[in-house]
């Protein structure tokens, strides 16, 4: 078998890359060594020390896939894709016992970080 791109790597990345080059009539052929297809956004049996205990390999959210055209050209909703949109999105606890949430909202989060550095608080919200 012939094929006109090669992908290597079958993670998430590899996926959409190698979905697009085959929407565009090339054949292409997606090569992974692991098992499994997914990369970081599989959700598997990680820790030796919790068997049955399933988590995330990496990707803990999917808040950029969200804001780019890769959903609705894929047409991943029809494999059974949806989100459900948290708030806070995700938290980042430090060893005092302080948490530092992160909303969607760029106004709330800095006034998070401020509470730890008014600082840092201003140079988020500049950055946006």
């Not at 090339?26 to 990369?39: I, K, P, S, T």
């Not at 959903?71 to 938290?91: N, Q, T």
Request: proline share 5%; aromatic share 10%; hydrophobic share 40%.
């Amino acid at each position: 078998m012939s094929y006109d791109c090669v992908v290597v790597g079958g993670g998430h990345n590899g996926l959409v890359a190698a979905n697009y080059i085959a929407k565009a009539g090339l054949r292409v052929a997606v090569f992974e060594r692991r098992g499994v297809l997914g990369g970081c956004c599989t959700t598997e049996e990680l820790l030796p020390y919790a068997p049955g205990f399933k988590v995330n390999g990496g990707a803990i959210d999917h808040i950029l896939i969200q804001r780019t055209p890769i959903i609705r050209d894929l047409g991943l909703e029809r494999f059974g894709l949806k989100y459900v949109s948290l708030e806070p999105m995700f938290e980042v606890p430090f060893g005092d016992g302080r948490v530092l949430p992160f909303y969607s909202s760029l106004e709330k989060t800095v006034d998070e970080f401020a509470r730890f550095s008014r600082r840092d608080a201003q140079k988020l919200y500049e950055a946006r």
